[in-house]
Structures are given as C-alpha cells and as structure tokens.
C-alpha cells in the first residue's frame, strides 16, 4: 500500500477579519513549524488572502482558497478568477463544498467547471462531496457519492495535486461524527470508485475526513486505512485546537 502522506487543511468559512487573520497566524505557525510529515493548509476568506500569502511566506503551511469561478477573466461581477488566486499565492481551492452546493444552488456541472479551470491554472484542488442526513437514512449515500465524483470529474481531469474530502453534510457543524468505521466505510467506497476513473493513481490520493473534526476524534480517525487527513471548520478557528489537530499522531 502507498504510503500517503497526512493532509490537514482549515477551512474558516466566513469568519475572521484581517486582524484577527494577523493574530491567529502570529500564533500558529510557530506552533506546527516542526510537522514537517503532513501537509498542512489554511483557507481563510478572500479578504484575508493577500495577508494569509504573506503571512505564511517561507513557512510548512500553504495557503488555499474556499472558492473560484471557472473563468479565467471576464463580466462577472463579484467573482475571482483561479488566476487571481494563482496570482496572490494560493497553492489550493476548495471546489464543490455542500455550503456552496446548498446555499448558493452549485451543481455538479458548475462544480466540474471550476474543478478544470483551477487545475488548468496550477491550483491543488480539494474536491468535496458528501450526502445529507436523509439521503444516508434512505440508503442512498453511495449512490449519491458516486454521482458527484463520475460528474465532478468527468473529463480527463489530471488527478495529481488534488485531494477529494468525503464531508457528510449531516455532520457538518452540528457536533455530530460518523464513526471511524462509518468514514472508513465509505473512504473505501469512494477509493474503489476512483481505481474506476484513475487505475493505480488512486492508491495515491488523499481522501479527507470532514464533519465536526476535533482534537479528540482526529487520532481514531486517522488510524483508518484509507483516512489521509481532514479538512477542519469549527475547530480551526482556534489556535490550540487547530494546532492539536494537525499534531495528530497515529
């Protein structure tokens, strides 16, 4: 088995203004400078980019955005394109998240869009899915799994510099976990499926955990085979919970 290296990435959502982007940075990357072993990656919103790019500069942490558009330049009032981010120092884009899916009606197609507009501009892309409360309680969680790989992949899309983050919407904010054995369960599931699209290479790939990660929960499920890292929201918005996060140890 490909020993594949630990992915850790925040996502902040809409929280943190500059100053505060200023004071928790100060803070952590002297925290996590020795984890040398893991990939380590911060996503604040694009008001703090430019300074997040500064910040980390010389330092273990790369940073990432939470969005793009799939167009490289144009009328479009309010977006920012991956050559934009390219631009500014973002080395990640976070594609596909449920928030954007369910506030902001992003279908797969939209989805697959911006996937093949940040790869083409030299973004990392960490590729979201997940399915809700009811689609798990009815059976359907593979189905729908399934779907939004084979649709938000599809068309010879290069798998290197991506990592996939399976984030049960169930269990996003809401304190609730899918066990080490559900999440290992469907890791699996979403590995085999991308054996299907990308042969030997998807031994290769990161699949992340997201969904109320914790400091508490991070070290069981990072003991399952096919969990390489988790893409973090509440508790990476303070320094010693998001640092005990990425000191994980197996």
């Known amino acids: 088995m490909t020993m594949r290296k630990p992915f850790i990435a925040a996502n902040w959502k809409m929280n943190k203004t500059l100053s505060e982007t200023e004071e928790f940075l100060s803070q952590f990357v002297p925290e996590v400078k020795n984890e040398h072993d893991r990939d380590i990656v911060i996503a604040p919103p694009f008001t703090s980019l ?3 790019a500064e910040k980390l ?8 955005s ?10 479009y009032t309010g977006e920012i394109s991956p050559l934009m981010l390219a631009d500014i120092g973002c080395k990640y884009v976070i594609i596909g998240h449920s928030e954007r899916r369910q506030f902001f009606s992003e279908t797969d197609e939209i989805v ?3 996937v093949k507009t940040a790869k083409k501009a030299g973004l990392g892309v960490i590729f979201c899915i997940g399915e809700t409360l009811d689609e798990r309680e009815t ?8 779907r939004e ?3 938000g992949l599809d068309g010879h899309i ?6 996939i ?3 049960p919407i169930w269990a996003i904010g809401t304190g609730k976990t899918a066990t080490p054995g559900q999440a290992q369960e469907v890791h699996a599931y979403i590995r085999k499926k991308l054996e299907v699209l990308y042969g030997n290479k998807a031994d290769e790939l990161c699949i992340l955990y997201g969904g109320s990660v914790t400091p508490d929960n991070i070290d069981s499920l990072m003991a399952c085979n096919d969990i390489d890292g988790a893409l973090v929201g509440g508790a990476s918005l303070k320094v010693d919970s998001f640092a005990s996060i990425v000191k994980f140890r197996r």
């Open 57 to 64: 500069r010389n330092t273990n942490i790369a940073l990432a």
């Open 158 to 163: 290069d798998p290197m510099e991506m990592v």
């Open 50 to 52: 430019p300074l997040a």
């Open 149 to 151: 790989i084979e649709k």
């Open 66 to 75: 939470q969005d793009v558009f799939y167009e490289e330049k144009g009328a």
């Open 139 to 146: 059976g359907k969680t593979l189905e729908i799994l399934e």
């Open 165 to 167: 983050a399976y984030e």
């Open 112 to 114: 697959n869009k911006k």
